[in-house]
């Protein structure tokens, strides 16, 4: 449960630091924002697995870039949801979803399901080898 209030709350993160960089991307508040994570987080689970598989041919020939334009589309589903979260034209839409999932990819290699921050811890053999 800690695991998915952290990942709730970068998401969030994510979303005032795009508003903040992208000036097509519009947020009132931080609970427009908070809200606007969750809608997102809901529109992922159960649109965007959907939308891959319809789009796979046109994925596999862009070599997976047109996951940006699906990550854009649903920026731009939940701000027709949230009113206080605005994202005005394609391209905010697009380089919001590059911000957040950039952030996104971060919070993944770093925050484990049980919300702890993990890393790994390397140590060097005797003969010049890492393990």
Do not use: C
């Not at 959907?50 to 940006?68: A, E, K, Q, S």
């Amino acid at each position: 449960m800690k695991g998915i209030l952290v990942r709730w709350l970068v998401l969030t993160a994510a979303i005032v630091f795009s508003s903040y960089l992208i000036s097509g991307i519009q947020v009132k508040g931080f609970f427009s924002a908070l809200f606007a994570a969750a809608i997102l987080g809901i529109l992922n689970v159960f649109f965007r697995p959907v939308l891959i598989i319809l789009t796979l041919p046109i994925n596999i020939l862009t070599l997976g870039l047109f996951t940006f334009v699906i990550n854009a589309l649903m920026l731009k589903m939940a701000s027709g949801v949230i009113s206080g979260f605005e994202v005005h034209g394609f391209w905010s839409a697009v380089f919001g979803a590059l911000v957040i999932s950039a952030f996104n990819w971060i919070l993944h290699s770093l925050v484990n399901e049980r919300g702890r921050v993990e890393y790994l811890d390397l140590k060097k053999r005797d003969d010049d080898r890492w393990e």
